[in-house]
Each structure stands twice: as C-alpha cells, then as structure tokens.
C-alpha cells in the first residue's frame, strides 16, 4: 500500500501515521510538504493530526488553502483513498472534501483521553476489517472536535450511511453520556458520499500496537491494505 | 480603504464561547442577559479606492477564506480614508 503523508508547519502525528502504516503495510510512506503542488502516484493520502497554522481563523482554514489541496481534490475526485485524522478531518471539512464543519468542543475543554467507539458501518473501505457494531477504544487530544452540520446536510450524510464510528458510552450506547465534545448524532467518523475520503477525530494511529495499550486502530488500517492488496 | 469584516456564527450554530461568556456575566451580577453570541472581527487596509470593486474583493475574500460559510455569516462595513 503506497502512502503519501501530508505534512503543513505545525502538523506533529506525521511520525505516528507513518508508524502506523509501516506496520500494518511494512512500506514507508512519502511525506508531502504543503507547498508542493503535486501528489505522487499512492493508494491512500493522509492528512495527519497536529495544529497546522497554529489553529489561527478557525482550525484547518489555512492549511485546507495550501498549495498541496488543488493536488488533494484532483486525486481524491479520481477516488484515490483519503484519510484524515484530527485536524486532518477539521482541514478535509475546509476543504469542502467532507460536509460540515468541525467547532469548539461543548464544554469547552481540551480533551485527551480514551473514549469509546461503536463502528456503525462496516461496509467502507475504512471500516470492512472491523465488526458491525464493534464497540472500540481510541484516544482523542482535540480542542475542536464538535462536529456540526445542519438539519439538511445532516439528513444527507445519514441518508448516505456516510457515518462510520459514533461516541457511545463503556457499554456501547450511542448516547449523551458518551459523547466528548458535543458532536451532533455523536459522529466521531464519516465518509464522503462517495466514500473514498474519510475523516475522524480520534487516533487509530496510536492504537497499532500492545505496548501502546492496545491494537484497536490496526483494523482501520488492515480494513485499507485489504483494499489495496 | 479599510474594510472591516464582522464575523458571526449562524443561528443554531452552537457557540460554547458565548455560553461561557455569559456566564460570567451572571456570576458579575450582570442580569437579564439572555444571550450572549462571540464572533471576530478582522480589519483590511486595501490600496482600492472604488467602493464596489473593494466590497466585490472583500466579499470574495470572506467566500474564499475569512469565513466558513457552513457555520458563519459575514458582513463588510467599508471605511473609507480619513474617517
């Protein structure tokens, strides 16, 4: 699985994501810095999590009008794989690439910490190595992970199945209880209609191996190698 | 000119700043606040002298950049020099 990284100045899970698909692929990706204007020949681009730009206007708004984006949407309308993790997701929603947009979490609060999943479609090329409803546990470390769209988007993106993994509570429900930061339908993870660009807040990249805690991120990946093998 | 450009979350838009904001005007003492809404403002000094081709640059500014049309609104006030 040939992978391009790419990489905006104050991106810092780059080396993660890399990690993370060196173990699951055994191939190094590229790193693609932002100010080049195309992206080589790769089953799968990552846009990787971190603080690109410092955050500054709203997260993800620069870095989504970097040189490296019209690059980005020429590979990703040919239904090259696109992956972005935290603020890859928040850049992908600037982008236009995936609906909504991503705002300030609920209560206000930077949160670090595990939370639960519930994969609720299984049927993706993000998603197939995971159960239907297979309760998950990833971290999050986001300040903006409260996803937001309106009534008519909304209806779209569930009408599609473009929702992948949802917040829910230790015992799997997709409730308040579980849910961080506020996302509306607790959506932690979506697809694009097409469903060639996924988008999530959570860090599977950090979940790839035992002595990280666990290995609950390696299906995502495995789900992606699947696809390109 | 200058061109100052408000900045404001949609109606039903969730703004969690806003509810902090307010509050802390309660715990001021503040009553009868019913609301409280947090947006930003940012201001332009551009080398145009035609009012409408600055709001037409500004306006192009704000769909390209400045806001994020899926949860804000904008408005351009245009000030022109010397005032």
Request: proline share 4%; hydrophobic share 40%; charged share 20%.
């Amino acid at each position: 699985m040939k992978t391009a990284i790419l990489v905006f100045p104050g991106t810092n899970r780059e080396r993660d994501a890399a990690d993370a698909i060196e173990s699951v692929s055994g191939i190094k990706p590229v790193i693609v810095w932002h100010q080049e204007t195309e992206i080589p020949d790769v089953d799968l681009i990552i846009l990787p999590g971190g603080f690109s730009f410092g955050d500054y206007l709203r997260v993800g708004a620069i870095a989504a009008r970097s040189p490296i984006i019209d690059a980005l949407h020429r590979k990703a309308d040919t239904g090259v794989t696109v992956l972005g993790i935290c603020n890859g997701f928040q850049i992908l929603t600037e982008t236009g690439l995936l609906p909504g947009s991503l705002i300030r979490n609920r209560d206000l609060d930077f949160i670090c910490r595990d939370i639960n999943l519930r994969v609720v479609n299984n049927s993706t090329r993000f998603s197939q190595s995971y159960a239907l409803d297979q309760i998950i546990r990833f971290p999050v470390a986001h300040h903006d992970g409260n996803y937001f769209a309106d009534a008519e988007t909304l209806r779209m993106v569930e009408d599609n199945d473009q929702v992948v993994f949802r917040y829910c509570d230790p015992a799997g429900e997709i409730n308040a209880t579980g849910n961080p930061n506020g996302s509306v339908n607790n959506i932690a993870g979506m697809t694009n209609k097409a469903g060639n660009v996924m988008g999530l807040m959570p860090h599977p990249e950090n979940l790839i191996d035992q002595l990280l805690g666990g290995i609950d991120g390696r299906a995502l990946f495995e789900s992606l190698l699947g696809r390109a093998a | 000119m200058k061109a100052r450009v408000l900045i404001t979350l949609k109606t039903g838009v969730l703004d969690p700043q806003g509810k902090a904001v307010q509050k802390a005007l309660g715990t001021l003492g503040f009553d009868g606040v019913d609301n409280v809404r947090q947006g930003k403002v940012i201001e332009i000094d551009l080398t145009e002298t035609d009012e409408t081709a600055a709001y037409a640059k500004v306006s192009n500014m704000c769909d390209k950049l400045l806001a994020n049309t899926v949860i804000e609104n904008y408005q351009i006030e245009l000030l022109p020099d010397g005032t």
